[in-house]
């Protein structure tokens, strides 16, 4: 039987970069874009053009230059926000709006200051006026896992109707369990009728540590799309981490029928990119891409691995890109050798950056005989981050 298709939206430029003391500029973006691309994302959400004139840029220099993937630009459910999204995306081969509004009495009440028949009514608007400009239009009823069932499917049927060609639940503020979350999304599949005109998606976060756990619980039960970010970053405790979320589906593809076009290989390059440039360090024992995630330590298990990797590996290292390095760096090695490893380890760096690296390898090489990957990503934050 064929496997699923389950599409990867990245939001790793937009939810991603609403992380406390995260700020990219345009050129940091486009690099991550590029990445993205390269890691074979099937949506790149750039940002969220109406918050300021720099998101606006960025989505609009994103949309210019990375081909491949859709990219999304972020809107409230508003006109104005709306245009202000297809302005900045317009110029994309394959541009996508996603546009929100709250559907939970909580962030009606309290937030949007508004009773029900107004939220449905301006979701339908939004939706439609979205669809003026192209027909890909991604809706979202924001804190959808706390809302009202009933509601949020007429809604749901509403926008669908109004031509939402993906609607994505979100578990805005990573309040559902995998059990109940699984179930929510079955429900939504029954009582919606018009649910198969669209591509159902889903966005977790990550407060109780479930995002990735609830995601897959949701996939089991009906999702197509689901929205992560790469390390997991954003609002709070951050998103459905990326990378745990496609290994999960690649390791366990005995048990999950369900497949990603992720080239995984580019795994452990993207997250190193994007911790870099954020800022963000990624956690030793965080899974998949932490230091500690192929690293043994017992006797018994490297004794284990040493005879047989798979007695402590359920995944192998390479297939997210992972590469043992045969080549030791010290003293006598070359700029070469240097430039490559800095690449295996997700820097990019123009001649001016390796000259200055360089050297400052080259210093430490003279007083240390090995250099390990953690002392060059010392060296490149030292000596290109922080300029
Ligand atoms: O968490 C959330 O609800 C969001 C929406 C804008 C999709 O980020
Ligand atoms: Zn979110």
């Known amino acids: 039987m064929v496997s699923k298709r389950v599409y990867i939206f990245d939001?790793?430029?937009?939810?991603?970069?609403?992380?406390?003391?995260?700020?990219?500029?345009?050129n940091e973006k486009l690099e991550i874009a590029t990445q993205l691309a390269r890691l074979g994302v099937d949506i790149i959400e750039a940002?969220?053009?109406?918050?300021?004139?720099?998101?606006?840029?960025?989505?609009?220099t994103i949309a210019e230059n990375v081909e491949g993937p859709t990219i999304a630009a972020l809107a409230r459910i508003d006109p104005?926000?709306?245009?202000?999204?297809?302005?900045?995306?317009?110029?994309?081969?394959?541009?996508?709006?996603?546009?929100?509004?709250?559907?939970?009495?909580?962030?009606?009440?309290?937030?949007?200051?508004?009773?029900?028949?107004t939220v449905l009514e301006l979701a339908v608007k939004g939706v439609k006026h979205a669809r003026q400009y192209t027909d890909d239009v991604e809706f979202s009823p924001e804190d959808a896992s706390r809302s009202d069932l009933d509601f949020l499917c007429q809604v749901v049927e509403a926008a669908?109707?109004?031509?939402?060609?993906?609607?994505?639940?979100?578990?805005?503020?990573?309040?559902?369990?995998?059990?109940?979350?699984?179930?929510?999304?079955?429900?939504?599949?029954?009582?919606?009728?018009n649910i198969d005109r669209t591509?159902?998606?889903?966005?977790?976060?990550?407060?109780?540590?479930?995002?990735?756990?609830?995601?897959?619980?949701?996939?089991?039960?009906?999702?197509q799309q689901v929205e992560c970010a790469v390390n997991g970053i954003g609002e709070r405790a951050g998103n459905t981490a990326l990378e745990e979320m496609v290994m999960a589906l690649y390791t366990r593809k005995d048990f999950y029928d369900y497949h990603t076009e992720i080239n995984t290989k580019e795994i452990y390059r993207t997250s190193k990119?994007?911790?870099?440039l954020t800022g963000m360090s990624i956690q030793s024992n965080k899974a998949i891409v932490g230091r500690n995630a192929f690293a043994h330590e017992s006797g018994i298990h490297q004794d284990g691995v040493l005879k047989e990797r798979t007695t402590y590996e359920?995944?192998?290292?390479?297939?997210?890109?992972?590469?043992?390095?045969?080549?030791?760096?010290?003293?006598?090695?070359?700029?070469?050798a240097f430039r490559q490893r800095l690449e295996e380890l997700g820097f990019e760096v123009d001649k001016t950056e390796l000259d200055k690296a360089f050297t400052r390898f080259?210093?430490?090489?003279?007083?240390?005989?090995?250099?390990?990957?953690?002392?060059?990503?010392?060296?490149?934050?030292?000596?290109?981050?922080r300029i």
């Open 80 to 117: 104005q926000d709306i245009d202000r999204a297809w302005e900045a995306v317009k110029v994309a081969k394959k541009p996508r709006i996603h546009t929100f509004i709250a559907t939970s009495d909580i962030h009606m009440k309290y937030k949007l200051q508004l009773p029900r028949e």
């Open 11 to 26: 939001t790793t430029l937009r939810d991603g970069e609403q992380s406390p003391g995260v700020s990219l500029n345009i």
């Open 362 to 385: 080259k210093s430490m090489a003279d007083r240390k005989k090995e250099i390990s990957d953690k002392d060059i990503e010392a060296i490149v934050e030292a000596e290109i981050r």
């Open 47 to 60: 940002g969220f053009p109406i918050a300021s004139e720099g998101d606006f840029q960025a989505v609009r």
């Open 314 to 336: 359920i995944m192998n290292p390479e297939m997210i890109g992972l590469v043992q390095n045969n080549i030791v760096l010290g003293k006598h090695s070359g700029r070469h």
């Open 273 to 276: 990119q994007v911790s870099s």
């Open 199 to 223: 591509i159902l998606s889903v966005h977790c976060h990550n407060d109780l540590g479930l995002a990735v756990a609830n995601s897959l619980a949701a996939i089991a039960n009906g999702a």
């Open 160 to 193: 669908i109707d109004a031509g939402a060609t993906t609607v994505n639940i979100p578990d805005t503020v990573g309040y559902a369990t995998p059990e109940e979350f699984g179930q929510f999304i079955a429900a939504i599949r029954r009582k919606v009728s």
